[in-house]
């Protein structure tokens, strides 16, 4: 197989709970924690490039409430780049990289790994 690599944050509950559903379907992954492992200019533009801003953007979290209203109502694509590298927890977790493929959310890691892709 392979390399899968799950990106999130190590207390996300939902990052927590898809590593336990790839590990249990026999799925090896690398865990790379933005916190502690950064996150690059050329690895967000990669996903940038690949799943766009507004499938990255995780807007129903509290980092996202903590925002200025400002910040937030004047988002578009420079924006919500430059949010995402000043915090890495904006970012729809996890983000997973396999074959090729970047999928964001809980959803796409088990409809394309866990149900056969994998």
């Known amino acids: 197989m392979e390399d899968l690599v799950v990106y999130g944050i190590a207390n996300c509950d939902t990052v927590r709970?898809?590593?336990?559903?790839?590990?249990?379907?026999?799925?090896?992954?690398?865990?790379?924690?933005?916190?502690?492992?950064?996150?690059?200019?050329e690895q967000l533009d990669h996903w940038l490039g690949r799943v766009g801003w507004e499938t990255l953007l995780n807007r129903r979290g509290t980092t996202w409430r903590k925002l200025p209203v400002d910040a937030r109502d004047a988002i578009d694509a420079a924006r919500a780049r430059e949010l995402m590298l000043?915090?890495?927890?904006?970012?729809?977790?996890?983000?997973?990289?396999h074959a090729g493929e970047v999928l964001v959310g809980p959803d796409a890691a088990r409809a394309t790994l866990l149900e056969g892709k994998g």
């Open 86 to 97: 000043d915090h890495p927890s904006l970012i729809r977790r996890p983000v997973i990289e």
């Open 17 to 41: 709970r898809v590593r336990r559903e790839l590990d249990a379907a026999g799925l090896r992954h690398r865990f790379h924690d933005f916190r502690k492992d950064g996150l690059g200019v």
